[in-house]
Every structure is written in structure tokens, then in C-alpha cells.
């Protein structure tokens, strides 16, 4: 029955676009005409601002205000519109966030969001995001709208209606894991670079007898990086339920994903293996000796500076680490002309990553917009109308970047950051037809660790699985403050009692908090989504 339902609206949306003929004819190429047609009928004559929500800090630029300018111009003529930016600063800004879609007060129109960590789906569920039929979209987002699966689709609806636009045509890998000096790891001895905890731990030892004295320290971590999880799916097929709890609390292993587990009370002999092991990194000096309150530093900054060996974050981050010329800011390659940076990823050693949510990065529509139906119009030519796309993604060319004769983008030799830089935080819309790429990444080391990561990665299993937490988010709420509690001593080494009491005081606040009564709630809507 669910492929008939799909194969129906597969064919209602080709009919839907018989404009242009098919939906396989319809892509950025001849969007010009696409618009065209659609749009013919649509009554753009009062000028209208969309305005643009992200999370992130404003810029302070001329290129900025110069960028918005430029693209404004090209809205205007194109649909009688443009965009303003709405900035939600990082401080607080989940809580922040979620309160300006709630206040429903008109004053943002185009949102972006995520299923896994800006609570797509609990906006949704609260009012806050539009209904998007799929006539609204053909009509108003008619590039778009054809160019995503039906089966991409799917996992935007909730009970029948499409509540976001996917972010699908855009190749990342947000998995994570510890970037290193390769080169140092080759001088320890590991001429592969470090491939296992073992590995890392040979490396850690390394570096502090080596450049110690050199480094503020091997990882500068404020104490609230808890890479626990990443240890256990290291040698654990285990995939967390992404956008539930903070500390991945809760998922499955791959062989039965639909089997609910709380991974820090099902596997406690890898837990306590991890608490020895980071008492062991504590006590060799990985870290500050006030990490606990070390709230100041900036690890990623020193990092590229050649000041930390270790920098704990995602795939994405490690593309921009792994080049000499990747960001100016890399000035460790400019002191060490041997420097290079390898990736550790979690999954290594079991040999899986899971392939990155199509929510990851989603588009919505205020319920509370005035506009929402040029909102959709912006959003598809942010997505597919090359000169909007390379202004809010690039900013000014010759100014912000220029073009190599490769087709390679480049920054120029007059570029300066405080001048001429430009943010949009457009995680979105982003679409590899469009990307032009950089001259300036390693694309012989980034294309070999997605090859690696393509050979052995599997879906997200989850992807269509919307959680009602009506009955059980006060005990997650608590389990929440437990990981947090408990995490800053086990990751960092800072209890005093051995491995197996620490682990077993933090299982015990779990099952206090109510741990098993969200897993059994769990279970039982995983049931009824997937027939278990």
C-alpha cells in the first residue's frame, strides 16, 4: 500500500509541473523557465521583506550590507521581495530560538532548522511551522519541489502534512571524531596515523613528552566535550536516536535498530573502559587541570595555530584543518611546513558511520508569516538561481572570492576578514549543483576519507520517526542533567573512586531519573511506526 501511495503522488507531482513537461526535465538548468511558467500568474505588486532566521552571530561587515544589497536588487526584480536576516546568537540559543517561533508575532517568515538539533520537530508539532501542501510548493517552490524525492518528502510530513524543505542535494559528513597532527602521529610511530584508541592514546603520550612544553595543551577542552558515545560506537554498531537527548542516550544497534536500548546502562563494561582510559589521559596531561571550569578557551583557534594537538568535532570542521591553505587562520602550516592533520572518526574500528539525516538541515515557513507564499519563492531562488545562490553563499566575487581559471574559487590577495567577509549561515538550501569549490581545500585527502566513509556507511534508521515526548519529556529533561552531571567527571577523568563506581552511580541516576520508562515509551512508538 505505501508504495502505491508513493508511486501516486510521484505521478501527481510529474503531472502537477506539465509545464516543463517532467520532473526529470526540471533542475537548476532551465529554473529561469520553470519560474517563468509558474510564476506568470502570481500578483507580486506589493513589495514584500522576508525575513530570514538562522542561528549565529551577525556579521559586522561592509561586504555584508554590501552582499544583502546586491541580492536584494535581484529579489526585487525577480519576485517584488527581499530578505533580512534575523540572527539567533549562540548564547542560549536553542531556548532563544524555540521562544521567537513561539512568540507568532510575524516577524520571521523563512526559519531554518533541524531535526537533530534545532527541534524541527517539536515546532512543528507546537504550531509553529506551516503546512506546506504539495500545490504550494509546485507552485511557489516548483524547482525544488521537483528536484526532491518523493521519499525525502516523506520524512518532512507528520500526520500527512509536509512541515519542512530538505536540505538533500548538498554532500557533508557531519559524523565526529578527533582531528590530530598526522605528522606527529608518524613520528610516534603510527605511520598510518592513529586508527584505533590505542592509537590515540600512543599519540597523546607522544605529544606531551615531545612539544608538552610547547602546546597550552594536547586538547584545550572547556569540560563540556563528552566524547563517551564515539568510544563505545567505536567497536559498537550502535546508532543513537538523533534530536532526543544530549548525550545520544538513547537508539539501537544496526543489526536491530528497532530494539530501543539506553546505551550507557546497556553497555557498561565498554564505560568503564572508557573511564580508565580518560583517568589515563588525565593523568598523562591531556588536557588543563581546571578543564572542569575551563569555560575561556578555544581549542579549534589554537588548534589551527600549531597550540593543541587534538581538536574534537565533526568531518565538516576537519576539511578546513586538513589544508595549508584551507582558512588563513591555519598558521600552523606557515611555522611547520611538515604539518598535516589526520581524522579520527567514531565507528573507525567497528567500520560504520551512518550517512548524515536528510533533516539535518531543513527550511521552514513560519504559521504565523504574512507572506508565506513569496517566502517559498525566495527560498527557491536561494536554492537555484546561481547568481542568488553564489551572492548568499559566497558574497561579492572579486571581493569576498574570485574564480581560478579551473573554476576553483580562491580568495583574493586584497581580501581582508574584517572588510570583506560575508555570513548567511545558509545550512538549508545548500546545493552541490551550484557549490563551486575551493582551490584552497585538500580534495586528495578529503575525497580519500569520503570514499572511506562511502565504502562502509549505512542510513540513518530513523528518518521517519517523529516522537511524541508528551508522556515522558520530564524524565528525559532529568536524565539530560544526570549525562551532563556525571559525563564531566568520566570524560575527563576527574572522580576519585574507581571506574566501576563512577559508571555504576551514573547508571543508578539514570534508572532514578526514569531512563527505563523513556526507553519503553520509545520502544512502544518505535513499534507502531515500524511494525515491530
Known amino acids: 500500500m505505501k508504495k502505491f501511495v508513493a508511486l501516486l503522488m510521484a505521478t501527481l507531482m510529474v503531472l502537477s509541473l ?10 537548476t538548468a532551465n529554473a529561469a523557465q520553470v519560474w517563468a511558467d509558474k510564476w506568470a500568474d502570481v500578483d507580486t505588486s506589493n513589495h514584500v521583506v522576508i525575513n530570514y532566521m538562522t542561528t549565529g552571530d551577525a556579521p559586522t561587515t561592509g561586504a555584508n550590507d554590501e552582499m544583502l544589497a546586491q541580492l536584494n536588487a535581484i529579489l526585487t526584480d525577480k519576485v517584488n521581495a527581499e530578505i533580512n536576516i534575523v540572527w539567533i546568537s549562540w548564547t542560549d540559543y536553542l531556548a532563544n530560538y524555540n521562544l521567537r517561533i513561539a512568540a507568532m508575532d510575524g516577524s520571521i517568515d523563512l526559519i531554518g532548522s533541524s531535526t537533530d538539533w534545532l527541534d524541527a520537530w517539536p515546532n512543528a508539532k507546537r504550531g509553529g511551522f506551516l503546512e506546506l501542501t504539495p500545490d504550494m510548493l509546485a507552485k511557489y517552490a516548483p524547482v525544488t519541489y521537483a528536484t526532491v524525492p518523493q521519499d525525502h518528502w516523506d520524512v518532512c510530513t507528520y500526520e500527512g502534512d509536509i512541515y519542512f524543505i530538505p536540505e538533500d542535494n548538498y554532500s557533508q559528513w557531519t559524523n565526529h571524531g578527533f582531528a590530530y597532527r598526522l605528522d606527529w602521529a608518524k613520528e610516534a610511530g603510527l605511520e598510518n596515523g592513529c586508527q584505533t584508541w590505542a592509537d590515540l592514546t600512543t599519540y597523546v603520550k607522544y605529544v606531551k613528552e615531545t612539544y608538552g612544553n610547547d602546546l597550552i595543551a594536547i586538547w584545550d577542552a572547556d569540560g563540556t566535550a563528552y566524547p563517551a558515545s564515539g568510544y563505545i560506537t567505536s567497536y ?3 546508532r543513537a536516536i538523533d534530536g532526543l537527548a544530549s548525550g545520544a542516550l538513547w537508539g539501537g544497534y544496526l543489526d536491530d535498530p528497532y530494539t530501543i536500548n539506553n546505551l550507557y546502562l546497556e553497555e557498561t563494561d565498554l564505560l568503564v573502559e572508557y573511564a580508565k582510559l580518560m583517568k589515563e589521559w588525565d593523568e598523562i596531561g591531556a588536557w588543563p587541570t581546571d578543564v572542569l571550569s575551563n569555560t575561556g578557551s578555544d581549542n579549534r583557534t589554537e588548534f589551527r595555530q600549531g597550540k593543541t594537538a587534538l581538536e574534537q568535532h565533526h568531518t565538516q570542521t576537519w576539511t578546513g584543518l586538513v589544508s595549508p591553505k584551507a582558512d588563513s587562520n591555519n598558521t600552523m602550516y606557515e611555522t611547520d611546513e611538515d604539518a598535516d ?7 573507525k574500528e567497528a567500520g560504520y558511520v551512518t550517512r548524515d539525516l536528510v533533516t539535518h538541515g531543513v527550511a521552514a515557513v513560519s504559521a504565523a508569516s504574512a507572506n508565506p507564499e513569496r517566502t517559498l519563492m525566495v ?24 574564480i581560478d581559471e579551473n573554476g576553483y574559487r ?5 581580501y581582508v576578514s574584517d572588510n570583506d567577509s560575508i555570513s548567511t549561515n545558509w545550512w538549508w538550501g545548500r546545493n552541490d549543483d551550484l557549490e563551486i569549490p575551493s582551490a584552497a581545500m585538500n580534495w586528495y585527502a ?6 572511506e566513509y562511502d565504502a562502509i556507511a549505512v542510513m540513518y534508521p530513523y528518518e521517519a520517526f517523529v ?8 524524565y528525559i529533561n532529568q536524565c539530560n542533567e544526570v549525562y551532563n552531571e556525571y559525563m564531566k567527571y568520566i570524560c575527563f577523568g576527574q572522580y576519585d573512586v574507581t571506574a566501576e563506581e563512577i559508571v555504576a552511580q551514573f547508571q543508578d541516576a539514570l534508572r532514578a531519573a526514569g531512563a527505563d520508562l523513556v526507553t519503553e515509551e520509545l520502544q512502544a512508538q518505535i513499534n507502531a511506526t515500524y511494525g515491530k
Open 446 to 451: 578529503i575525497n580519500a576519507l569520503y570514499d
Open 467 to 474: 516522537f511524541d515526548n508528551t508522556m515522558v519529556q520530564s
Open 379 to 402: 527560498y527557491d531562488l536561494l536554492r537555484n538561481d546561481p547568481d542568488v545562490y553564489a551572492l548568499f553563499n559566497y558574497g561579492l566575487k572579486d571581493r569576498t572570492y574570485a
Open 410 to 414: 580562491y580568495t583574493p590577495d586584497t
Open 341 to 347: 592533520v589526520g581524522f579520527y572518526y567514531w565507528g
Open 18 to 27: 506539465c509545464a516543463v513537461s517532467s520532473a526529470e526535465e526540471i533542475s
Open 236 to 238: 559498537k554498531k550502535w
